[in-house]
């Protein structure tokens, strides 16, 4: 029991405490395309939870042969855009072969899900706290989650702010990246950082 509660723990921290949109800023310029249709979203966060995961177990694979190699910092960008690039093939392979509405619109936002920084900087994350396996697929489903809370929050808040009295100069883009700011401090808070004075 302690396995799966260990399990849940991991992916509640890495949506909450190591969200990778609030504590990191990662893959902002895509959520703001997207959330704005629900139903796309729904499916551009579900996609993304499947690449976080399915790369972070491809990441740790790719580097456990390099653990020992001492100048490994100089070839982690070069692995992680070639892991990401056969992660994209692979899928668009698969889904050029399936049939209906949905494959279509996964084939269209693939490009969008697999080369997001959201992604890459829960890859880079993971190459550079050196996780074990298990550790990793927690991780990218938890990053993946995040990123789709993160969504809703900033779909919520777009949705109010529509409705509240906002002055000319802060409507659309400035209030929302605001909005996203507090948000991002209230979830650095989470986390127990001190702050710089």
């Known amino acids: 029991m302690t396995y799966i509660g260990q399990f849940f723990m991991g992916i509640i ?5 190591e969200n ?3 504590t990191r800023a990662l893959g902002v ?11 796309n979203f729904f499916l551009f966060g579900g996609i993304i939870t499947v690449i976080t995961t399915v790369s972070s177990v491809l990441t740790w694979a790719a580097f456990q042969p390099l653990k020992r190699f001492g100048y ?18 692979a899928a668009y392979y698969f889904l050029s072969r399936a049939k209906g509405e949905r494959a279509v619109l996964i084939k269209n936002a693939l490009p969008y899900s ?11 994350l993971l190459v550079h706290n050196r996780m074990s396996l298990l550790s990793s697929v927690v991780f990218g ?17 777009q949705r109010r702010m529509q409705q509240a009295d906002v002055p000319a100069a802060f409507r659309g883009l ?15 808070g989470l986390t127990g950082r001190i702050l710089a004075v």
Do not use: D, H, Q, W
């Open 13 to 17: 921290t890495a949506m909450l405490v």
């Open 20 to 22: 990778v949109l609030f």
């Open 29 to 39: 310029s895509p959520l703001l395309l997207v959330v704005n249709k629900s139903k």
């Open 72 to 89: 490994r910092y100089l070839f982690e960008p070069l692995i992680l855009v070639l892991l990401l690039g056969a992660l994209y093939f």
């Open 114 to 124: 697999v080369f997001n920084c959201a992604v890459v900087g829960s890859m880079l």
């Open 141 to 157: 489903i938890g990053s993946g989650l995040g990123f789709l809370l993160a969504g809703f929050f900033v779909n919520e808040g």
């Open 174 to 188: 400035p209030i929302t990246l605001l909005y996203i700011g507090i948000l991002s401090l209230a979830f650095y």
